[in-house]
């Protein structure tokens, strides 16, 4: 697959000789490059990027401009270093709209500080804090990932219908931790279900013997973690086994990823979750595309980070500009019907119609369809560690 334009001195250079000036769009892309969920970020960038490569191989942008990605590190948790970085994607880089950011604190301080501010759309593949429904978005703020107030309410049902009563919880402390901590607590207990102890952890620690002694002192004997899969959350799972405290764990988004079971293979056996997903035929196109460069085709947050980029793509279109302000005004219109059902893989299709004055409807890996403030009604992946690996039970 032809490699997009990446915005590095190199890549800058070639770019200007081979296109003339105005021909090119900076698009930015802002995720945890670094920090607690760094192996999923690479992947989450690839499907992005699939979206723009696709959009400029077909030629039919804006009369054959070119996408140029240029990345940033939101570092998931660190605000005022996401504020920088983005604060650099829209004043030096001059991006027309981002794809990010990703974890929900910084997403909030990005969006509030720097992308709204300056008009500038963000379209998050993974933000997921129910707070991200209220802020003062000016109508500039997106999300192809469903808030975790519908999460909360998943998982819930998930252990009703497993004929579990009583669980322990623990959460990272920050938006995205305790914003899914206290959507399951009122969903689980509103269904006759116990919360014995919902206590927060801090990433970074090098010992969690004394969270998971109090975790296991509240009597429960499954514990839900909220947390990031590179940081704290695998820290005390770790910790949980050594010290028999656990050995059945229910996991939110933050903790899907093959770093997990990698490190904890078979110890895992047992343990379930949810992560937004879909197993529609979007999905599957989208797992074939990436399938020779992606860590985990169908890993957490690829599909989402497709759609996002791609409903950027194709609002320029729309609006026949790549202008902030008209990329806004046209997310909606590109993402819900009516008109032409849009799947991975027909982004030179969509181009075309909305060339020639049609209508798309953008449905994507996951089944986009926006609604609200601009957020994913969404699915989720029902999964379960059997053999050491995730597996999938179905779709809720």
């Not at 075309?352 to 409807?361: Q, R």
Request: proline share 3%.
């Amino acid at each position: 697959m032809k490699k997009i334009l990446l915005a590095t001195a190199a890549s800058s250079m070639m770019a200007t000789s081979a296109f003339a000036a105005g021909h090119e769009i900076n698009v930015g892309i802002i995720l945890g490059f670094t920090g607690p969920i760094e192996s999923l970020t690479p992947d989450m960038a690839l499907g992005a990027e699939t979206a723009w490569n696709e959009v400029n191989e077909s030629g039919a942008l804006l009369d054959g401009k070119t996408l140029v990605s240029v990345r940033a590190d939101s570092t998931c948790v660190d605000s005022a270093a996401g504020s920088a970085a983005a604060e650099r994607l829209i004043t030096s880089d001059n991006v027309a709209a981002i794809m990010g950011a990703d974890c929900s604190g910084v997403t909030t301080a990005i969006a509030n500080n720097v992308a709204i501010p300056n008009g500038v759309v963000m379209i998050s593949p993974s933000a997921t804090s129910p707070a991200l429904s209220d802020i003062e978005d000016n109508g500039l703020f997106f999300r192809t990932s469903p808030s975790d107030a519908r999460q909360g309410q998943v998982l819930a049902d998930i252990l009703n219908d497993r004929g579990i009563s009583s669980i322990a919880v623990t959460y990272t402390n920050n938006d995205y931790g305790k914003g899914l901590a206290d959507a399951f607590q009122a969903a689980f207990e509103a269904s006759g279900g116990t919360v014995t102890i919902s206590a927060a952890h801090e990433d970074g620690k090098a010992d969690y013997s004394a969270e998971v002694g109090a975790l296991a002192a509240s009597g429960a004997d499954i514990l839900a973690v909220f947390g990031y899969v590179d940081q704290g959350g695998l820290g005390i799972i770790q910790t949980s086994l050594d010290t028999g405290a656990f050995d059945t764990f229910v996991l939110g988004d933050g903790m899907y990823g093959v770093s997990l079971t990698d490190a904890l293979g078979a110890d895992l056996n047992g343990t379930f979750g949810t992560v937004p997903g879909s197993a529609g035929e979007g999905a599957g196109m989208l797992q074939e595309m990436v399938a020779a460069e992606a860590t985990d085709p169908a890993g957490p947050y690829v599909g989402e980070s497709y759609d996002a980029a791609a409903l950027i793509a194709l609002a320029i279109q729309a609006g026949g500009s790549a202008d902030r302000a008209s990329i806004a005004e046209n997310i909606l219109s590109v993402a819900n019907a009516p008109g032409e059902p849009i799947l991975p893989g027909e982004l030179g299709k969509a181009l075309e119609i909305l060339a020639n004055g049609g209508e798309v409807d953008y449905v994507g890996a996951t089944g986009v369809e926006l609604i609200g403030p601009g957020e994913a009604a969404g699915s989720y992946r029902e999964y379960e560690v059997v053999d050491g690996a995730f597996q999938d039970i179905q779709i809720r």
